[in-house]
């Protein structure tokens, strides 16, 4: 006789979808017939996303790598829940936010073919991202756009990638109006809502290759990769120490990726400071955990190092899926479930945090001060 413990296992809805008529939502179509394997995985994370990380309480970080805004999922999916108030702050590849910049200044990018002859096509000075296609005078306008603004007086000292993409995005809000395309851009929408956007590698762009050569000419503009690590751990520490959450909705992987888990580290590991880790964690990927990259990582992995809560790791789902696939589906289905918040307008509230963040720190600091200082003498570590 089978014991009877082992049977919670079989507890799960049997599975028996209703047929597809052609009139069902697209939210109805999710919840029926995506029942198992990654169809599965895309249900629970809209179910996990719109039931649960868009609670009221809950600080929703979203972290962008791949390109995701040449294809124009900035205006179609991001702007759409920036202004429902949905993400509260955001991680970003530089080169997603340059590329946004193109749609935002009347630039235009077109369907193409990831077949076509790309030495025709750099004969032709066309540009291919897959199968998107634009002139190379779209790089070179973006890049003068860039240059000219950042040699303003405002731009002229180090600051935090969220203060100059706050600044950007005011100037590019602005432009927006004038051309008639108001809710195309990330950027701008960004600066609309306060939401703080971070790149983790600034340099790693055409943004940050414009500002180097504006260091040339002697610019003064620099990133304080400094103050973004504080201040993006800042905003997870008083997430959590208001009495909320913390929800990590990752797109891609990459550096974003780990840049919006390490938060977490930095508060336990370095400052000292006591957390228990991300309450939530929504990643699509395409990345293999086999391989030990931090793209495929897994949210269990992740709770080895602090990154995630083990206690909530059942509030953890990776649909492996082409971002995008999945993220218009996620938007519609959460937006479709009424959700909207009160944006946050954390980019205004950042000095505040800064500075509790500080005082926490201090707290633990007596401790951190009596390891004393480093000195070549000093016998090596044995573990």
């Given at each position: 006789?089978?014991?009877?413990?082992?049977?919670?296992?079989?507890?799960?809805?049997?599975?028996?979808?209703?047929?597809?008529?052609?009139?069902?939502?697209?939210?109805?179509?999710?919840?029926?017939?995506?029942?198992?394997?990654?169809?599965?995985?895309?249900?629970?994370?809209?179910?996990?996303?719109?039931?649960?990380?868009?609670?009221?309480?809950?600080?929703?970080?979203?972290?962008?790598?791949?390109?995701?805004?040449?294809?124009?999922?900035?205006?179609?999916?991001?702007?759409?829940?920036?202004?429902?108030?949905?993400?509260?702050?955001?991680?970003?590849?530089?080169?997603?936010?340059?590329?946004?910049?193109?749609?935002?200044?009347?630039?235009?990018?077109?369907?193409?073919?990831?077949?076509?002859?790309?030495?025709?096509?750099?004969?032709?000075?066309?540009?291919?991202?897959?199968?998107?296609?634009?002139?190379?005078?779209?790089?070179?306008?973006?890049?003068?756009?860039?240059?000219?603004?950042?040699?303003?007086?405002?731009?002229?000292?180090?600051?935090?990638?969220?203060?100059?993409?706050?600044?950007?995005?005011?100037?590019?809000?602005?432009?927006?109006?004038?051309?008639?395309?108001?809710?195309?851009?990330?950027?701008?929408?960004?600066?609309?809502?306060?939401?703080p956007i971070f790149t983790s590698s600034p340099g790693d762009s055409s943004i940050g290759m414009n500002v180097a050569e504006l260091a040339l000419e002697g610019g003064q503009l620099a990133f304080d990769v400094n103050l973004d690590v504080n201040l993006s751990a800042a905003i997870v520490w008083q997430a959590k120490e208001g009495g909320g959450k913390s929800a990590c909705w990752i797109l891609g992987g990459g550096s974003p990726k780990n840049f919006i888990l390490q938060t977490?580290?930095?508060?336990?590991?370095?400052?000292?400071?006591?957390?228990?880790?991300?309450?939530?964690?929504?990643?699509?990927?395409?990345?293999?955990?086999?391989?030990?990259?931090?793209?495929?990582?897994?949210?269990?992995?992740?709770?080895?190092?602090?990154?995630?809560?083990?206690?909530?790791?059942?509030?953890?789902?990776?649909?492996?899926?082409?971002?995008?696939?999945?993220?218009?589906?996620?938007?519609?289905?959460?937006?479709?479930?009424?959700?909207?918040?009160?944006?946050?307008?954390?980019?205004?509230?950042?000095?505040?945090?800064?500075?509790?963040?500080?005082?926490?720190?201090?707290?633990?600091?007596?401790?951190?001060?009596?390891?004393?200082?480093?000195?070549?003498?000093?016998?090596?570590?044995?573990?």
């Amino acid at each position: 006789m089978h014991d009877p413990a082992p049977r919670r296992h079989l507890a799960g809805k049997a599975i028996s979808p209703q047929p597809i008529t052609g009139r069902e939502t697209a939210a109805e179509l999710v919840r029926n017939a995506f029942t198992a394997y990654n169809g599965g995985r895309l249900r629970e994370a809209c179910e996990l996303l719109a039931g649960k990380m868009l609670r009221p309480e809950v600080t929703v970080g979203l972290s962008l790598s791949g390109a995701l805004t040449p294809p124009g999922y900035g205006k179609s999916c991001l702007v759409p829940l920036i202004e429902a108030g949905a993400i509260d702050w955001i991680v970003s590849t530089g080169a997603n936010l340059y590329h946004d910049t193109h749609h935002a200044i009347g630039l235009k990018l077109h369907a193409g073919s990831p077949s076509w002859d790309d030495v025709e096509l750099r004969e032709q000075g066309v540009v291919r991202i897959y199968d998107i296609v634009f002139d190379y005078t779209v790089l070179l306008e973006t890049d003068k756009f860039y240059r000219r603004l950042l040699r303003l007086p405002e731009f002229q000292r180090p600051m935090s990638t969220p203060e100059l993409h706050y600044r950007v995005g005011r100037y590019l809000a602005e432009i927006e109006r004038r051309l008639d395309l108001e809710g195309t851009s990330l950027l701008a929408a960004a600066w609309r809502h306060a939401v703080p956007i971070f790149t983790s590698s600034p340099g790693d762009s055409s943004i940050g290759m414009n500002v180097a050569e504006l260091a040339l000419e002697g610019g003064q503009l620099a990133f304080d990769v400094n103050l973004d690590v504080n201040l993006s751990a800042a905003i997870v520490w008083q997430a959590k120490e208001g009495g909320g959450k913390s929800a990590c909705w990752i797109l891609g992987g990459g550096s974003p990726k780990n840049f919006i888990l390490q938060t977490e580290p930095q508060i336990q590991e370095v400052l000292g400071l006591s957390e228990a880790g991300h309450d939530y964690f929504l990643q699509v990927t395409d990345a293999r955990p086999d391989v030990g990259g931090l793209s495929g990582a897994t949210p269990g992995e992740a709770v080895s190092w602090g990154k995630v809560d083990p206690e909530r790791l059942p509030d953890a789902v990776v649909v492996y899926c082409d971002a995008t696939v999945v993220l218009p589906l996620l938007t519609h289905y959460a937006l479709a479930a009424g959700v909207r918040r009160t944006p946050r307008r954390l980019y205004e509230q950042l000095p505040r945090f800064l500075e509790l963040l500080v005082e926490g720190f201090a707290r633990q600091r007596e401790e951190r001060m009596r390891e004393g200082t480093f000195s070549v003498d000093d016998p090596a570590p044995r573990f």
